[in-house]
């Protein structure tokens, strides 16, 4: 099965306590959904907290890639190619998915910004944990719920988990998060940081949310999930990507 957590890339949430706005959410043009692919034995998450889309049944010309990690983090290191040139099935997928060598404890596949999910998903251990937004979701999209039992499967993990990792991807990310030696400028922190600001002042905000458009929502999101605001700006960069950052550096000291 295919899962997506709202709020992942690519997606909106609503609301400062997490509720989604479905009728805006199906209106909204997205590029595409960020999903991930379970299985009975293997579910990793980018998110365990939130409204889950299941998405069983895709039609032709609905899914766009694969790959066993974020593929925001493989585009950034130019390894997304592979993927898109050859298709990973899911037994494949699944197999290397959360694995030591992975770049992510996920993996993730892009579905067209248009698709509905055919199912919601809510993990837990009996019916009582089926939330009312889970139910009123599936009721808007008619569509089942499916509970997954936690006291069979185990719990979903997502990125905040710890993991056993080789040291290949230890000094990937040792590297990637270092402001001053790894692919991260010292001067983006910086930035970030102003952007976290946003949310006290809404000077520097007003200037970000005219460059990222429809992206006010998922920047709410990370900033209401995160502790600090060194945390808000390791998520966020994660999530934009260089080219976008470098791109709104100069949007800003432009001053358009």
């Known amino acids: 099965m295919l899962v997506s957590v709202i709020g992942a890339v690519g997606q909106s949430l609503e609301g400062s306590s997490r509720e989604i706005d479905l009728r805006k959410w199906v209106s909204s043009s997205r590029e595409y959904i960020s999903t991930s692919l379970i299985s009975d034995k293997k579910i990793n998450l980018f998110d365990k907290k939130g409204l889950v889309f299941g998405f069983n049944n895709l039609g032709k010309g609905i899914f766009l890639s694969a790959a066993p990690a974020d ?4 585009r950034d290191i130019g390894k ?3 993927y898109k040139e050859r ?4 037994d494949e997928l699944l197999a290397t998915t959360g694995t030591a060598d992975a770049l992510t404890s996920w ?4 579905l067209k910004g248009d698709t509905l999910p055919d199912s919601i998903v809510v993990f837990g251990s009996s019916q009582e944990q089926i939330s009312d937004e889970a139910k009123k979701a599936a ?3 008619g569509v089942p719920i499916y509970l997954v039992r936690t006291d069979i499967y185990g719990e979903p993990t997502d990125r905040h988990d710890d993991r056993e990792v080789s040291d290949e991807v230890k000094e990937f990310w040792k590297n990637r998060d270092n402001p001053v030696s790894g692919r991260v400028e010292q001067e983006m922190s ?3 940081d102003e952007v976290w600001s946003y949310y006290e002042t809404e000077e520097i905000g007003k200037r970000v949310m005219k460059y990222l458009g429809g992206y006010e929502s998922e920047l709410r999101a990370v900033k209401e999930n995160s ?4 945390e808000f700006t390791r998520k966020l960069l994660a999530g934009l990507g260089q080219e976008n950052i470098a791109a709104l550096k100069e949007w800003i000291a432009d001053g358009d």
Request: proline share 4%.
């Open 87 to 90: 298709v990973m099935n899911p």
């Open 139 to 141: 009721l808007f999209f």
């Open 107 to 110: 993996n993730e596949v892009e």
């Open 190 to 192: 910086t930035l970030l």
């Open 227 to 230: 502790s600090n605001a060194e």
């Open 71 to 74: 593929h925001g983090v493989l």
């Open 80 to 82: 997304m190619g592979q």
